[in-house]
């Protein structure tokens, strides 16, 4: 197996970060999954599209495909630990936008729309990226 592949499959990981893993992969694939099909009483791409347009990031089915696809299918990727990295290195980079430019003007706390909950997400998907899928992945039958 190449050396880039094997970096990518490779965990040291045990058993609680696999819990991570599914339970962050959980959360993100269903808000994904809220953004581009309106389960779980989202709005839908052209809600969500709508929304993006309000806040500035353009245009905003794009910025609404864009955001719902990495959060539903790298959440997907997660649960099943298949290029658990990649997915996690995708995950961060839309936590901080979520961030930067939703929450962080209200604060901390979640009651005040604040950025706690992105918080958490991030930190989990961090300790995906750094550590891998953990003992029950995909990636790590594949890396053998």
Do not use: C, W
Request: charged share 10%; glycine share 16%.
């Amino acid at each position: 197996m190449s050396t880039l592949i094997n970096k990518v499959l490779f965990t040291r990981a045990g058993y609680g970060l696999t819990v991570l893993r599914i339970f962050v992969g959980i959360i993100f694939a269903a808000h994904g999954s809220q953004k581009l099909f309106g389960a779980f009483g989202g709005y839908g791409l052209a809600g969500t599209a709508q929304y993006m347009e309000s806040l500035g990031l353009t245009p905003g089915y794009l910025m609404a495909t864009l955001a719902g696809g990495i959060e539903f299918f790298a959440g997907l990727a997660l649960i099943i630990g298949l290029l658990a990295r990649p997915a996690a290195l995708g995950l961060i980079v839309l936590s901080l936008v979520a961030i930067f430019s939703v929450h962080i003007s209200h604060g901390l706390f979640m009651a005040n729309n604040g950025y706690e909950f992105a918080l958490a997400l991030l930190g989990g998907s961090i300790a995906v990226l750094s550590e891998g899928a953990g003992k029950l992945s995909a990636d790590r039958v594949i890396a053998g």
